[in-house]
């Protein structure tokens, strides 16, 4: 079965508006990345956690192996926000293979 | 600075041609590589990864292979085509921890 789980799927916020993108993991997972794929496609990182919590601007990522999520905050929501949000786990046997959620297609209206 | 490089940046074939598609990386020596597929609107599938020169391991082959024939270039190729490869083609490197992603390449099979 499926080792990662993001959720939601889609989410709609307003500029401004902040929000929280989860992903469940069904198994150890060492590590989790977190990315931006915008609308030509291109993946962008953002967070890269072995444990713990980093910032950057207005995103904020969380990894708790032992209680098996992630999560990836965003506040004040700007359009350039817009796009899918995956997150991308690296299981404890394999240093090579990262496991994909199924994204987290996010809209920003003015 | 490291760059990553695909070629080419779409293609439109035919089912049953071959194909060829090309990444190379720049300011980066012994990257580990990594080729991916994805659907359109889908996640991302890890396909193959290469730690060295010479050395390709299958994550999940699609009918397809990969080959890396110098320490900084990444082949991905088949000789006939299916509809079903038709998708969005990424190339990353990483070295230690993140990947980090070229532009990718789209395919269409027709």
């Known amino acids: 079965g499926d080792q990662v789980e993001q959720s939601p799927s889609a989410l709609s916020l307003h500029e401004g508006t902040g929000s929280a993108l989860r992903c469940n993991f069904t198994?150890?997972?060492?590590?989790v990345q977190w990315f931006q794929q915008n609308s030509r496609g291109s993946l962008i990182n953002l967070f890269y956690?072995?444990?713990?919590?980093k910032e950057n601007g207005r995103l904020k990522s969380t990894f708790n192996s032992k209680e098996s999520y992630s999560t990836l905050h965003i506040r004040d929501a700007q359009l350039e926000d817009s796009g899918t949000y995956f997150c991308a786990a690296e299981a404890g046997d394999s240093n090579y293979q990262l496991i994909w959620g199924s994204g987290t297609k996010l809209i920003i209206k003015p | 600075a490291q760059t990553i490089h695909q070629w080419p940046v779409a293609e439109i074939k035919a089912v049953g041609s071959p194909l060829s598609l090309g990444c190379t990386i720049k300011g980066k020596s012994s990257p580990n590589l990594y080729w991916y597929w994805q659907a359109t609107g889908g996640t991302l599938q890890q396909l193959f990864y290469s730690i060295t020169v010479g050395q390709v391991e299958s994550v999940v082959q699609l009918n397809l292979s990969a080959s890396r024939p110098k320490d900084d270039q990444f082949i991905l190729s088949t000789e006939k085509l299916l509809l079903s490869h038709s998708g969005f083609y990424l190339c990353a490197w990483g070295q230690g921890d993140t990947q980090y992603f070229g532009p990718g390449t789209r395919l269409l099979v027709l």
């Open positions: 956690l072995a444990s713990g919590t």
């Open positions: 198994t150890t997972m060492r590590a």
